[in-house]
Protein backbone atom coordinates (compact mmCIF):
# COMPACT_ATOMS: atom_id res chain seq x y z
CA UNK A 1 0.00 0.00 0.00
CA UNK A 2 1.32 3.30 -1.06
CA UNK A 3 1.88 6.00 1.41
CA UNK A 4 2.76 9.62 1.31
CA UNK A 5 4.09 10.93 4.25
CA UNK A 6 4.43 14.78 5.20
CA UNK A 7 7.20 16.28 8.01
CA UNK A 8 8.89 19.28 9.05
CA UNK A 9 5.81 21.99 9.47
CA UNK A 10 5.77 23.59 12.59
CA UNK A 11 5.37 26.98 13.55
CA UNK A 12 8.14 29.97 12.55
CA UNK A 13 8.69 33.29 12.86
CA UNK A 14 7.97 35.59 9.90
CA UNK A 15 11.73 36.16 7.63
CA UNK A 16 12.36 32.29 9.02
CA UNK A 17 12.87 29.00 7.26
CA UNK A 18 11.35 25.75 6.83
CA UNK A 19 11.82 22.40 4.84
CA UNK A 20 9.09 20.20 4.56
CA UNK A 21 10.01 16.60 3.27
CA UNK A 22 7.61 14.37 2.15
CA UNK A 23 8.14 10.25 1.62
CA UNK A 24 6.58 7.91 -0.55
CA UNK A 25 7.13 4.17 0.66
CA UNK A 26 5.01 1.06 -0.45
CA UNK A 27 5.27 -0.56 -3.62
CA UNK A 28 6.28 1.77 -5.92
CA UNK A 29 7.73 1.23 -9.73
CA UNK A 30 8.68 4.93 -9.60
CA UNK A 31 7.69 8.12 -8.71
CA UNK A 32 6.55 10.58 -11.97
CA UNK A 33 5.81 14.16 -11.21
CA UNK A 34 5.69 15.23 -7.43
CA UNK A 35 4.57 18.63 -6.32
CA UNK A 36 3.47 20.58 -3.18
CA UNK A 37 0.29 22.80 -2.45
CA UNK A 38 -1.27 24.57 -0.09
CA UNK A 39 -4.36 25.27 1.59
CA UNK A 40 -5.13 28.12 4.12
CA UNK A 41 -9.04 28.44 6.10
CA UNK A 42 -11.53 29.30 3.18
CA UNK A 43 -9.30 28.81 0.23
CA UNK A 44 -8.82 26.67 -2.80
CA UNK A 45 -5.89 24.52 -2.71
CA UNK A 46 -2.75 25.93 -4.60
CA UNK A 47 0.11 24.46 -6.18
CA UNK A 48 3.11 25.84 -5.01
CA UNK A 49 5.59 23.77 -7.21
CA UNK A 50 6.01 20.77 -8.83
CA UNK A 51 9.05 18.73 -10.17
CA UNK A 52 9.72 15.95 -12.53
CA UNK A 53 11.24 12.53 -12.39
CA UNK A 54 14.20 14.20 -14.15
CA UNK A 55 14.36 16.91 -11.86
CA UNK A 56 12.48 19.88 -14.14
CA UNK A 57 10.53 22.23 -11.57
CA UNK A 58 7.96 24.92 -11.91
CA UNK A 59 6.46 27.24 -9.56
CA UNK A 60 3.77 29.83 -8.65
CA UNK A 61 4.18 33.52 -8.69
CA UNK A 62 3.47 33.25 -4.63
CA UNK A 63 6.42 30.80 -4.33
CA UNK A 64 9.14 32.26 -6.99
CA UNK A 65 12.20 33.39 -5.63
CA UNK A 66 11.68 32.46 -1.93
CA UNK A 67 10.78 28.34 -2.22
CA UNK A 68 12.86 25.42 -3.69
CA UNK A 69 11.48 22.08 -4.16
CA UNK A 70 13.84 19.01 -4.63
CA UNK A 71 13.77 15.44 -4.56
CA UNK A 72 15.62 12.50 -4.22
CA UNK A 73 14.79 9.57 -5.99
CA UNK A 74 16.40 7.31 -4.28
CA UNK A 75 14.69 7.75 -1.23
CA UNK A 76 11.16 8.70 -2.89
CA UNK A 77 11.39 11.57 -1.09
CA UNK A 78 10.67 15.19 -2.10
CA UNK A 79 11.21 18.36 -0.47
CA UNK A 80 10.24 21.93 0.06
CA UNK A 81 12.60 24.52 1.03
CA UNK A 82 10.55 27.51 2.08
CA UNK A 83 12.54 30.67 2.83
CA UNK A 84 11.63 34.38 3.74
CA UNK A 85 8.06 32.72 5.45
CA UNK A 86 5.37 35.46 5.69
CA UNK A 87 2.10 35.03 7.28
CA UNK A 88 0.02 34.86 3.94
CA UNK A 89 2.15 31.60 3.63
CA UNK A 90 0.05 29.87 7.01
CA UNK A 91 -1.53 26.78 5.24
CA UNK A 92 -1.74 22.81 5.75
CA UNK A 93 0.43 22.24 3.30
CA UNK A 94 -0.05 18.69 1.10
CA UNK A 95 2.69 16.72 -1.28
CA UNK A 96 1.24 14.81 -4.16
CA UNK A 97 2.60 12.32 -6.07
CA UNK A 98 1.82 10.65 -9.14
CA UNK A 99 2.90 6.68 -8.62
CA UNK A 100 3.42 4.01 -10.98
CA UNK A 101 2.54 0.55 -9.72
CA UNK A 102 4.54 -2.40 -11.12
CA UNK A 103 1.53 -2.60 -12.91
CA UNK A 104 2.45 0.05 -14.53
CA UNK A 105 -0.80 1.60 -13.55
CA UNK A 106 -0.31 5.43 -12.88
CA UNK A 107 -1.96 6.72 -10.08
CA UNK A 108 -2.11 9.80 -7.79
CA UNK A 109 -1.11 9.83 -4.36
CA UNK A 110 -1.92 12.73 -1.53
CA UNK A 111 -0.52 12.98 2.02
CA UNK A 112 -2.28 13.99 5.25
CA UNK A 113 -0.72 17.56 5.40
CA UNK A 114 1.28 19.28 7.44
CA UNK A 115 0.42 22.55 9.40
CA UNK A 116 3.05 25.62 8.94
CA UNK A 117 2.02 28.63 10.76
CA UNK A 118 4.13 31.85 10.71
CA UNK A 119 4.08 33.96 12.80
CA UNK A 120 4.19 38.08 12.73
Known amino acids: QVQLVESGGGLVQAGGSLRLSCAAS????????MGWYRQAPGKQRELLAS???????NYAESAKGRFTISRDNAKNTVYLQMNSLKSEDTAVYYC??????????????WGQGTQVIVSS
Open 26 to 33: GRIFSIDG
Open 51 to 57: ITSSGST
Open 96 to 109: NAQIRAYSMRLSDY
